[in-house]
């Protein structure tokens, strides 16, 4: 099983700042059509989970262009520009290169 | 606007079975392929099950095969999870999502397994 290892942040981020929220995989993410299959997801309390990007890099529909995925195949990075209180969450990235699909294990963000 | 409403979550007893359902609507429920998502409280996210949109092919995660049966019926947008020998370690919210990029997810429904 691929293994998704997420990093810790430095809570709570003061309102306005940016946040930078890690993830490695144990294996390439990059499919042979050159895609990268990492999602990010946002969880705020209480709440269901939230697609934020797809394809390591490609905002989901809506989602605002504050939040930005970058990477390599086994190396992603998911920024948060200016952030604000509604930011704040337990976010997961999730690796769809190949079944079973696993989630890292969560990076909470507190904004202070 | 889609909408998925997950539904049969109950308390049940070690070993015995559940079936959940999760009704789809505001999108054309047949051309995307579903999956089931669950989180044991105060912990992560753990993928469960994925079935294709004809239902032909189907996926598990090692913990639920041969327990857990993913179906779908696109005659009426409705999502299934049947789910037999239930052990303690099964309790969760159990969410229903979208695709192969989990786009869109239902609220949940709670399922307890305990005697």
């Known amino acids: 099983d691929i293994v998704m290892t997420q990093g810790v942040l430095p809570n709570p981020v003061p309102s306005g700042e940016s946040a930078s929220i890690t993830c490695r995989s144990s294996k390439s993410l990059v499919y042979k059509d050159g895609k990268t299959y990492l999602n990010w997801f946002l969880q705020r309390p209480g709440q269901s989970p939230q697609l934020l990007t797809y394809w390591m890099s490609t905002r989901a529909s809506g989602v605002s262009d504050r939040f930005s995925g970058s990477g390599s195949g086994t190396y992603f990075t998911l920024k948060i520009s200016r952030v604000r209180a509604e930011d704040a969450g337990v976010y997961y990235c999730?690796?769809?290169?190949?079944?079973?699909?696993?989630f890292g294990s969560g990076t909470k963000l507190e904004i202070k | 606007e889609v909408q998925l409403v997950e539904s049969g979550g109950v308390l049940v007893q070690p070993g015995r079975s559940m079936k959940l359902s999760c009704a789809a609507s505001g999108f054309t429920f047949s051309s995307f392929p579903m999956a089931w998502v669950r989180q044991a409280p105060t912990k992560g996210l753990e993928w469960v099950a994925t079935i294709s949109t004809s239902g032909g092919s189907t996926y598990y995660r090692d913990s639920v095969k041969g327990r857990f049966t993913i179906s779908r019926d696109n005659a009426k947008s409705t999502l299934y999870l049947q789910m037999d020998s239930l052990r303690s370690e099964d309790t969760a919210t159990y969410y229903c999502?979208?695709?192969?990029?989990?786009?869109?997810w239902g609220q949940g429904t709670l399922v307890t397994v305990s005697s």
């Open positions: 999502t979208t695709g192969w990029e989990f786009a869109y």
């Open positions: 999730q690796q769809v290169r190949e079944y079973p699909r696993t």
